[in-house]
């Protein structure tokens, strides 16, 4: 039998490791996002630096941004990074978010095939969903709430509202969206981040670029803790709070692929 001494200091030991066990798995937080952010990369970039910074772990369930609001509403995030204004504002004023504040942003562009067959390349999106509905062209909308999806059919109705036989909906992210028009020869509203991040591009090539309407801004929130009293607040704010500082607006703007930027930076404007 070990001496009494020696089985007291391993139990303390063992009780000491446990504690720390429990700290670590207390610095960790839960955010809601979307496919765009996950599915570009750019979290491999931004979450070991705030790692290094806080010690704080992110586990990103990456959703559309509807269902992402979703999870936050039913308090099963700490903190949400999507893209659609509108309903982040109305996250908020229904009192489920804290403070809404804009982190970044990039552009949407529709993508199709290189020999473009309806005539949609330009400048104008609008113009070229009127293309798209006139002649059923094929079409593969996301159709899930998400912020591309919910710009998408911004698009569709001011273009009239008629989408076409063509148009159908897969239901999914960004990624398996591209990969289904890139195998079908489809038409897509992509957020160019994912755009410039993905490999099976087929004979797909973007076809319009630079309408003012395809901005696309990405806003941060911390899910209110008034409302889910498990919410880590004081983690969740640490993110918010470094993703807007210098150092977190500094690591997305270097964050590049083949020497193009993916997003760009815009806290506090």
């Known amino acids: 039998m070990k001496p009494f001494h020696t089985r007291i200091v391993r139990a303390a030991v063992g009780v000491a490791l446990a504690a720390a066990s429990l700290a670590a798995s207390a610095q960790s937080i839960v955010m809601a996002s979307t496919t765009s952010t996950e599915q570009s990369g750019l979290f491999s970039q931004l979450l ?50 804290l403070k809404r504040q804009a982190v970044m942003y990039n552009d949407f562009v529709l993508i199709g ?21 006139a002649a059923n062209g094929a079409f593969i909308s996301r159709g ?40 079908s020869g489809a038409y897509v509203l992509a957020d160019r981040g994912t755009w410039l991040n993905f490999k099976n591009r087929a004979d797909l090539a973007i076809l319009v670029e630079g309408d003012k309407r395809l901005f696309n801004q990405y806003g941060v929130m911390v899910v209110n803790p008034a409302k889910h009293p498990q919410v880590k607040l004081a983690e969740a704010q640490k993110f918010v709070d470094w993703i807007v500082s210098p150092a977190g607006q500094n690591a997305i703007a270097a964050y590049k692929i083949g020497g193009e930027q993916l997003f760009f930076p815009n806290a506090g404007q």
Not at 113 to 133: N, S
Not at 165 to 172: D, F, L, P, T, V
């Open 48 to 97: 070991p630096a705030f790692k290094q910074a806080s010690g704080i772990d992110i586990k990103v369930v990456a959703l559309g941004t509807g269902q992402a609001l979703d999870m936050a509403r039913r308090g099963d995030a700490d903190v949400v990074f999507v893209h659609d204004q509108a309903a982040e504002e109305k996250f908020v004023a229904d009192g489920f978010g």
């Open 144 to 183: 899930d709430k998400s912020g591309t999806h919910a710009a998408e059919l911004r698009f569709w109705k001011l273009a009239g509202d008629t989408k076409g036989s063509g148009y159908k909906e897969c239901g999914c992210g960004m990624g398996p969206a591209l990969n289904i028009a890139a195998s």
């Open 113 to 133: 095939p290189k020999a473009d067959p309806l005539g949609t390349k330009g400048k104008d999106i609008v113009e070229a969903m009127k293309k798209l509905a």
